[in-house]
């Protein structure tokens, strides 16, 4: 069975600061991972994904994130945040591209501080 | 594109009323997806359906739930009796069929309050 953890419930970074939201992931075969991003009382909107190729990959907002298979991480990155950056990110797995359903971490609430 | 569109926004009912949650995918998707959200859980999978016809229902918490697509732009998830521990937002989301963005869209979610 995949699954996926999102060790720290809140992250908080001071604007203009490189920020880290942490995921690592369990699957059986070759993963598909994907950030999400939920702002407060709305759907949650895709940022990014992995499939194959290249260990970096960049989205919206600039965001970017690292897929690291020997640490089975794939932990989001932005180098400078900014407040508006403030949501909950949920970090997911799919071993059937996405189509099989996904199954999502508990989320992090980050928080930027002006 | 209007995007996923899901209602009601909110629902407050009582326990043992029959809830229906109503969802028109994307058009084109041929997949669709019902998730709850809750704070004790998070994000749970329910059920899929592909080209209208359910794949996987083993998410569905109990017989009370159900679930049904019978045509490509519309679906419900229906709650018959409702219980308090079923309030959550239930989110309905589409996407493309496999090998391509794998990426989903969702809707604005349903807020439901059981009391």
């Known amino acids: 069975a995949q699954s996926v953890a999102q060790p720290e419930d809140q992250v908080n970074v001071a604007e203009g600061n490189p920020l880290t939201v942490k995921c690592t992931y369990s699957?059986?075969?070759?993963?598909?991972l994907f950030w999400y991003v939920q702002y407060p009382n709305r759907g949650l909107q895709f940022l990014l994904k992995y499939i194959t190729g290249d260990n970096l990959v960049k989205g919206s907002y600039g965001f970017e994130a690292e897929f690291n298979k020997s640490q089975t991480s794939f932990h989001l990155k932005k180098p400078s945040a900014l407040v508006s950056d403030s949501a909950l990110y949920f970090c997911?797995?799919?071993?059937?591209?996405?189509?099989?359903?996904?199954?999502f971490g508990k989320g992090t609430h980050l928080i930027i501080q002006p | 594109d209007a995007g996923v569109i899901q209602s009601p926004r909110h629902e407050v009912t009582e326990m043992g009323q029959e809830v229906t949650l109503r969802c028109k995918p994307i058009?084109?998707?041929?997949?669709l997806f019902w998730y709850r959200q809750t704070m004790m859980r998070g994000l749970e999978l329910l059920i899929y359906?592909?080209?209208?016809?359910?794949?996987?229902d083993s998410g569905m918490p109990e017989d009370r739930f159900s679930a049904k697509m019978p045509n490509a732009s519309f679906s419900t998830l229906k709650i018959q009796p409702s219980e308090p521990r079923d309030s959550a937002v239930y989110f309905c989301a589409s996407t493309y069929k496999p090998g391509h963005t794998g990426e989903l869209f969702f809707g604005e979610g349903s807020r439901l309050t059981v009391l």
């Open positions: 359906f592909n080209n209208n016809v359910p794949i996987d």
């Open positions: 997911a797995v799919s071993e059937g591209g996405g189509a099989d359903g996904l199954t």
């Open positions: 699957v059986s075969g070759n993963p598909y």
């Open positions: 058009s084109g998707h041929d997949y």
